[in-house]
């Protein structure tokens, strides 16, 4: 079974810097991409960044310059270093994951990790 592991949430001083993590546990046969979205209280989940199997990245307007995402594809994993974080920034960080399951997968499966904690403070 594919389980996401995210790890490196906090909470941090306005200005500062967090890097997340996250693992891909399990057997999968590929990753097509890998992506961080961002839910605040009373919000809908948004984009944060992805990043492709050809290391093709996209990043929502409000994190450009300041986020960057990168992937290690022999660990499965992908990070996200966050700096000159902001209180806006506070919200739960969620991994994300589209792969072929298996060799013979027809189509894609979607995979979401449980999710951490980035608090910034004002």
């Known amino acids: 079974q594919v389980q996401l592991v995210e790890s490196g949430g906090g909470l941090v001083q306005g200005g500062g810097s967090l890097t997340l993590s996250c693992a891909v546990s399990?057997?999968?046969?590929?990753?097509?991409?890998m992506a961080w979205y961002r839910q605040a209280p009373g919000k809908q989940r948004e984009l944060v960044a992805s990043?492709?199997?050809?290391?093709?990245?996209n990043y929502a307007d409000s994190v450009k310059g300041r986020f960057t995402i990168s992937r290690d594809s022999a660990k499965n994993t992908v990070y996200l270093q966050m700096n000159s974080l902001k209180p806006e920034d506070t919200a739960v960080y969620y991994c994300?994951?589209?792969?072929?399951?298996?060799?013979?997968?027809?189509?894609?499966?979607?995979?979401w990790g449980q999710g951490t904690q980035v608090t910034a403070s004002s």
């Open positions: 994300n994951a589209v792969g072929r399951p298996y060799s013979w997968s027809f189509g894609v499966s979607l995979y």
């Open positions: 399990g057997s999968i046969f590929s990753i097509n991409s």
């Open positions: 990043i492709t199997s050809g290391s093709s990245r």
